[in-house]
């Protein structure tokens, strides 16, 4: 009796929030943890993997965690396959394309993730226009504009539902803090604007509690620390990639922000890079500010508040980086016509 209670129970509970999620370059070092971390979510029922290589293979091995939703394989050699991973999915998520190795800038992989991201791009227009796209594939600060301009030619383009995946400067700047700090990381916020690559990561110290208390040399290390952590990373795995794991838990936390705004979930707010308003003016069409997810994918676009005068001049610096890295997109897209 006690058993059928809580089979019952547990069956229910997933019901409520059925969601369709596609992971496109789901075999790789950040797919397949962000694939397992999405199939222990209870928002999703429908969880498709999409890779050029060993999609099946991942998504049958994943398939056996005993939670409700159903885990699909989808390959490139076979016949739309690509096309039935997207049709009508709710949330798309994007980290196909190639790693960093030691002295590398992002801006470096655009040559290749260019061309990755607008192909699976058009093919979430086609088949999924409707869905929501968290784009991971670096240059995030050009390859989210390279998105946008595909939806647009398509006519299908909802600046809603397009996000770059910042969520990872923002648990580094948790956890950076609090090791700083002394406290835990699980209670700290820092909030991270602007775009996602070295300078062009502001984390906001001054609207921490710490504001005050924090040494010049320790807030400077600290903001290096948050703006250069994806260094850190690339830079200890020696050529082998660089962060998989941290990036995964970030891209599943964001995933997770998204679904819970599309079931009408108060109050959940996180650093995205957008199509904002904010610095429009400027010529710069994206920014990562805190942004209030819901039903229709971005409710409100928050500003970024009261910032210091040593801010203000990050952020001057930001602004000029992320202007050309935003126009290399839009014209490699137009480029494409
Ligand atoms: N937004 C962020 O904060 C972060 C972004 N990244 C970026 O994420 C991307 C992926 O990184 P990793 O997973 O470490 O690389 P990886 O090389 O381990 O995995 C990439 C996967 O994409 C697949 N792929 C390549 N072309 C594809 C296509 N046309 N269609 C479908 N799948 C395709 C590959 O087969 C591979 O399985 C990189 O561009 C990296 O710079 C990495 C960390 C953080
Ligand atoms: O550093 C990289 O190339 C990967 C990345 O975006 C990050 O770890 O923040």
Request: charged share 20%.
């Amino acid at each position: 009796m006690m058993f059928a209670r809580v089979a019952r129970r547990t069956f229910t509970s997933s019901a409520v929030n059925p969601y369709k999620v596609t992971v496109l370059g789901a075999c790789g070092g950040i797919g397949q943890p962000l694939s397992l971390l999405l199939k222990l979510n209870d928002k999703v029922t429908d969880l498709r993997l999409y890779d050029i290589k060993n999609a099946k293979g991942v998504a049958t091995d994943i398939s056996h965690i005993p939670t409700n939703s159903t885990v699909t394989g989808f390959s490139a050699e076979e016949a739309d396959g690509l096309k039935n991973a997207l049709k009508d999915t709710e949330l798309v998520l994007i980290p196909a394309g190639v790693p960093r190795k030691p002295g590398m800038t992002r801006d470096d992989l655009f040559n290749i993730n260019a061309g990755i991201v607008y192909d699976l791009a058009t093919a979430a227009a086609e088949n999924a226009p409707n869905a929501a796209v968290l784009v991971i594939s670096n240059p995030v600060n050009s390859t989210v504009p390279i998105v946008a301009e595909v939806f647009k030619k398509k006519g299908v383009y909802n600046k809603k539902k397009l996000f770059g995946v910042t969520t990872l400067d923002s648990i580094r700047a948790s956890r950076f803090i609090s090791q700083v700090a002394n406290t835990n990381p699980t209670q700290e916020h820092v909030s991270v604007v602007g775009g996602h690559s070295g300078i062009t990561i502001i984390p906001l110290l001054s609207q921490t509690k710490y504001a005050n208390t924090l040494s010049k040399e320790q807030r400077d290390a600290l903001i290096h620390r948050i703006q250069f952590g994806g260094d850190e990373v690339v830079k200890a795995k020696n050529g082998g990639g660089s962060a998989t794991l941290s990036m995964a838990q970030a891209g599943a936390k964001f995933a997770n922000a998204v679904l819970s705004g599309f079931a009408g979930e108060k109050n959940v707010t996180q650093a995205s890079y957008v199509d904002s308003p904010l610095y429009k003016s400027e010529g710069i069409e994206f920014f990562a500010s805190p942004v209030t997810l819901g039903p229709d994918g971005v409710q409100e676009i928050h500003p970024i508040g009261d910032i210091s005068a040593e801010e203000s001049e990050l952020l001057k610096e930001c602004k000029e980086t992320l202007k050309k890295n935003i126009d290399k997109g839009i014209k490699f897209a137009d480029s494409k016509q």
